[in-house]
């Protein structure tokens, strides 16, 4: 079975400012890892994914997240944060195997200007 | 379709009463995931189908759950006898091979 733990429940940051969300999982099998977003009032969106090769995955606004096995870890960057960031980010975590995917708690991420 | 979609939208419905939400996945995506996201907190699991499979059902919170499945189509999940603390937004996803999912909009459920 896999879990997986967001440490931040909320991270606050100005806007164009640096920013890390972390994730953490564990599981008995090799894994894929996936982060979704959810902007106020729409649904879950696939932000980006890592199956298989360089551990360096990257979205098309910007945000990126490595994976590290020796760390079991999948944080999630972005240089320079705006406004339209501010949404709710969930790691989720699936085996290898093809069972359910597994969401973390959430890490609410709000933009300030 | 392109997308999947999931009705209705919104539901209110008394406490006692049974309901019925749908899900029709992406055509051609042999799995399809049930979760459940109450206010504030993160996505839990519910149900899991692929394929012609025996669905994982370790999600589900007790036995007035129940979700069904016509072969790699539609599915709907039951809700029985509903209680407040089944409020919450039930999300159906769809996936090819368990590589990316897709996530319906979802439907509010409200238990008044």
């Known amino acids: 079975a896999q879990s997986v733990t967001q440490l931040d429940s909320q991270v606050p940051v100005f806007e164009e400012a640096p920013v890390e969300l972390r994730c953490n999982y564990s599981s008995s099998v090799s894994v894929y890892l996936f982060w979704y977003v959810q902007y106020p009032n729409q649904g879950l969106q696939l932000l980006l994914k890592y199956l298989s090769g360089s551990t360096l995955v990257e979205s098309i606004n910007g945000f990126e997240a490595e994976f590290n096995k020796s760390q079991t870890s999948f944080h999630l960057r972005k240089p320079s944060v705006h406004i339209s960031d501010t949404a709710e980010y969930f790691c989720a975590v699936s085996g290898k195997n093809g069972n359910k995917l597994v969401f973390g708690a959430g890490t609410i991420l709000r933009v300030k200007s | 379709g392109a997308g999947v979609s999931q009705s209705p939208s919104n539901k209110v419905t008394e406490k006692g009463k049974d309901v019925e939400l749908r899900c029709d996945p992406i055509?051609?995506?042999?799995?399809l995931y049930w979760y459940r996201q109450r206010l504030g907190q993160g996505l839990e699991f519910l149900i899991y189908f692929q394929g012609n499979s025996a669905p994982d059902k370790s999600g589900l919170p007790s036995d007035r759950f129940s979700a069904e499945r016509t072969g790699e189509s539609v599915s709907t999940l039951t809700i029985q006898r509903t209680q407040q603390e089944d409020s919450a937004v039930y999300l159906c996803a769809s996936s090819a091979q368990g590589l990316g999912y897709t996530f319906g909009s979802g439907t509010r459920l409200t238990v008044v």
């Open positions: 055509s051609g995506h042999t799995a």
